[in-house]
């Protein structure tokens, strides 16, 4: 079965960085895409930024150039480095696995737990 796990997260001042990890087991990650998603409280979750199986990564416009995705695909993981953080990067942040064709990502399931990410000012 496909379990996800993010970890990573925590409390970090504005400006501050920290690096998010997913462990992925149960799928042979490496023909799959990998992808970072958040939810702020109360809005809808949104994809942060994704990397398919060749390398190739796209970002929310909102994270371009502050966050970049990487993928080790003999330890099954996908990163999310997160530099000059803003308090409206707060969020609880999910890892996915999924396909990512033509410009679409088509996001799998289960979702992983989540990890909690708080930007203070």
């Known amino acids: 079965q496909v379990q996800l796990v993010e970890s990573g997260g925590g409390l970090v001042q504005a400006g501050g960085s920290l690096r998010l990890s997913c462990a992925a087991s149960g799928i042979t990650f490496s023909i799959y895409a990998g992808a970072w998603y958040r939810q702020p409280p109360g809005k809808q979750r949104e994809l942060v930024a994704l990397i398919g199986s060749s390398g190739n990564t796209d970002y929310g416009d909102s994270v371009k150039g502050r966050f970049t995705i990487y993928r080790d695909d003999a330890k099954n993981t996908v990163d999310l480095q997160m530099n000059s953080l803003k308090p409206e990067d707060t969020a609880v942040y999910y890892c996915?696995?999924?396909?990512?064709?033509?410009?679409?990502?088509?996001?799998?399931?289960?979702w992983g737990q989540g990890t909690q990410v708080t930007v203070s000012s």
């Open positions: 996915n696995v999924g396909i990512y064709s033509r410009g679409i990502y088509h996001n799998g399931d289960p």
